[in-house]
């Protein structure tokens, strides 16, 4: 077995004293900056524009009276999912801004530490997640707007070239 002997150490420079200051005031406020950011998201446009579209499209009664049966069920089964990715972002959101409530047994610096890593961790996963599924909320609703106002058939990619058929 090696053993190792340190016979001296060389001072930390001032450069390098106010890095490592900084460094840990930067992970001590890492939690309230992801949680911020996330509260920003959460109430951003990108959520209320994909709503306004889908309540846009179901607002417009002409755009509905119009409309073939096949449009209808299309469109019904696309704005479906649209809610139900758009209320996963919104939940995602929620959860990347402030938490899941739960009681934690902390009793050290360390698993302090260790609970704080994993939440910020867990809390940019879900704000991530909570993005992508905007953007993909918005494509949905801009494809229930085809399918209803176009008449895109789903089914085959294409939209008709005459007046639709009742």
Known sequence: M?????????????????????????AANQLPAVRQAAERW???????GGAVAVAGIIAAP??????????LVQG?????????????????????????PALRNIASVEALRDWELGEVRTSLRC?????YLTVVTIALAAVAGAVLLFGFDLCTLQIPAGPPDK
């Open 2 to 26: 090696t053993t190792y002997k340190v016979k001296a150490i060389r001072r930390s420079t001032q450069d390098e004293l106010a890095a490592h200051t900084r460094l840990k005031d930067i």
């Open 62 to 71: 002409e755009v509905l009276r119009e409309a073939t049966d096949r449009q």
């Open 127 to 131: 704000l991530r997640w909570s993005m």
């Open 42 to 48: 959460r109430t951003g446009a990108g959520l209320s």
């Open 76 to 100: 019904l089964i696309v704005l479906t999912v649209t809610m139900v990715v758009a209320l996963v972002a919104v939940g995602l959101g929620l959860r990347a801004s402030i938490g899941w």
